[in-house]
């Protein structure tokens, strides 16, 4: 009875499960696979971003692949149990190992990998660290993971075409990174934010705090039926589920524009700021100090 119900659920969700790597098709002919809500660690594996792939009528493009190659190569089955189309295209929406280390999973497939215009520059400055990260804190099951570079690259807008459908990818200014890509799918107004959107799990600054709240503000202009997080539940209520976010970041330029004012130290700023979000996000504690500590150094010299 329990395993009838468990497999009513299974349907009744749209979720497929394979390998124990679920996937939910949100729209028509758009897959997501939910990370969950941790840091990354050798039990996950670095399964911790939301990734997927979408399915045209000549081939499918993937749209990250995960924090390793082992969630890579789950990925890519995933792909071949939904479809025997090619895959000719690799999106990464950004530089962050959670959503390029499952690249390499995918070469055989000979996609064309594209990304930002600003993402091979990143990668470059940033990939030999990440290895050695990811070597040391999620172990030998991750070997084979590798930097792979785009070769196509965004500058401002960009279409793909699936066959019979076509995928708008564009280029944003520093927000999350400096190298965010979105991609919106116009047959069912899909538009996958990746990490320019976190829900429930705390938003990380790694770009420009204030470049990112400018972005934000263009966003519900965006007339969307699904929207596709980086991290947290897909399908939020659009736009009121940027609020929080927004909320957050808000915040976070306000005191620490105040702490600055009042000749706070950067440790002062650190201890002090924030702490009203504190139980409003996950993984509070793992992001939220770095987030001051990275708004401190972009606002210290404003005018
Ligand atoms: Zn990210």
């Given at each position: 009875m329990r395993i009838l119900l468990c497999l009513f659920l299974a349907f009744a969700t749209g979720r497929a499960l394979a390998s124990g790597f679920a996937l939910n098709e949100?729209?028509?002919?758009i897959y997501v696979h939910r990370g969950v809500q941790?840091?990354?660690?050798p039990q996950n594996l670095g399964d911790i971003a939301n990734i997927g792939f979408i399915i045209g009528d000549k081939c499918v493009a993937v749209i990250d692949t995960g924090g390793s190659i082992v969630i890579g190569r789950k990925l890519r089955q995933a792909v071949v149990n939904a479809t025997?189309?090619?895959?000719?295209y690799v999106i990464n929406t950004h530089v962050h190992p959670d959503h390029i280390f499952?690249?390499?999973?995918?070469?055989?497939?000979h996609p064309v990998f594209v990304g930002h215009d600003k993402l091979p520059a990143a990668m470059a400055a940033r990939g030999g660290n990440y290895l050695n990260a990811l070597k040391r804190d999620?172990?030998?099951?991750?070997?084979?993971s590798e930097i792979i570079i785009p070769t196509l690259t965004v500058k401002d807008v960009l279409e793909l075409d699936l066959g019979g459908r076509r995928l708008t990818l564009k280029a944003w200014r520093?927000?999350?990174?400096d190298n965010d890509l979105t991609v919106f799918d116009e047959k069912t107004q899909t538009l996958w934010l990746s990490d320019l959107l976190f829900t429930e799990h705390i938003p990380v600054v790694d770009g420009s705090l204030k470049g990112w709240l400018s972005v934000l503000k263009?966003?519900?202009g965006i007339k969307a039926h699904h929207i596709i997080p980086?991290?947290?539940?897909?399908?939020?209520?659009?736009?009121?589920?940027l609020q929080a976010e927004s909320d957050y970041l808000n915040v976070l330029l306000s005191e620490v524009r105040e702490a600055i004012k009042h000749r706070q130290t950067l440790q002062q700023a650190v201890d002090t700021?924030?702490?009203?979000?504190?139980?409003?996000?996950?993984l509070f504690d793992s992001f939220h100090r770095r987030n001051v500590t990275a708004a401190y150094a972009e606002l210290e010299w404003e005018d």
């Open positions: 949100i729209a028509p002919g941790e840091d990354s660690s025997r189309l090619p895959i000719c499952g690249n390499a999973a995918f070469k055989d497939d999620l172990g030998a099951a991750t070997q084979g520093t927000a999350h990174t263009e966003f519900p980086g991290h947290g539940q897909p399908d939020p209520p659009w736009p009121q589920g700021v924030g702490l009203s979000q504190r139980n409003r996000w996950l």
